[in-house]
């Protein structure tokens, strides 16, 4: 099993940045995919980002294209999600995630079997 802690949320003025980290611990992040989904109030989880186990290839939601960048350091076992250009549309708490089923669509919640608690982003206008 393993156990995902997401920080660096806050509360930033729109235009601004800000930096997520997801550390993993009771198992390796190798060998598997990871993602960020969001979910404002009243709305639903949505997918942001995520990249392969190999780091490789990534993936991002229309929404956030060109603002975001998700990372990982095997090393740290940590995977990251760079927020630029922030917008008050970006408020949401952040999840990250490991995928657990390769062969399910990367932007399904469906196909990951971990989460975090989660890390509240505000953005104001």
């Known amino acids: 099993q393993v156990q995902l802690v997401e920080s660096g949320g806050g509360l930033v003025q729109a235009g601004g940045s800000l930096r997520l980290s997801c550390a993993a611990s009771?198992?390796?992040?190798?060998?598997?995919?990871m993602g960020w989904f969001r979910q404002a109030p009243g709305k639903e989880r949505e997918f942001v980002a995520a990249i392969e186990w190999n780091g490789s290839i990534t993936y991002y939601a229309d929404s956030v294209k060109g603002r975001f960048t998700i990372s990982r350091n095997p090393a740290k076992n940590t995977v990251y999600l760079q927020m630029n250009s922030l917008r008050p549309g970006d408020t949401a708490g952040y999840y990250c995630a490991q995928r657990l089923r390769q062969e399910l669509p990367y932007y399904s919640m469906t196909s990951y079997g971990y989460w975090g608690q989660g890390t509240q982003v505000t953005v104001s206008s």
């Open positions: 009771g198992r390796t992040l190798r060998g598997y995919g």
